[in-house]
């Protein structure tokens, strides 16, 4: 039987199973890899902006063009605005 009280308990439980499941991962290697990606990922677009900013623009951008035909093709533009 369910006990009023414990309803507000719940998501919180559900909280904490799915964290513990993340927080214990077979294979650690994947999550640190995923994160440094990320963070060069940042990290790389933080230094072409600021290029352009040093260089008087005012920031960076990138124009992507993707084709969905056979073969599939994707055009990325990069250039200071």
């Known amino acids: 039987m369910t006990h009023l009280y414990s309803l507000p308990q719940a998501p919180a439980r559900a909280l904490e199973a799915l964290q513990q499941k993340y927080e214990t991962s077979d294979n650690p290697v994947i999550v640190v890899a995923v994160a440094a990606a990320i963070v060069l990922g940042v990290g790389f677009i933080a230094f072409l ?18 084709t969905w035909t056979n073969p599939f093709s994707a055009n990325v533009t990069f250039k200071c605005i």
């Open 49 to 66: 902006t600021a290029m352009c900013i040093s260089r008087g623009y005012s920031g960076f951008g990138a124009v992507v063009d993707i």
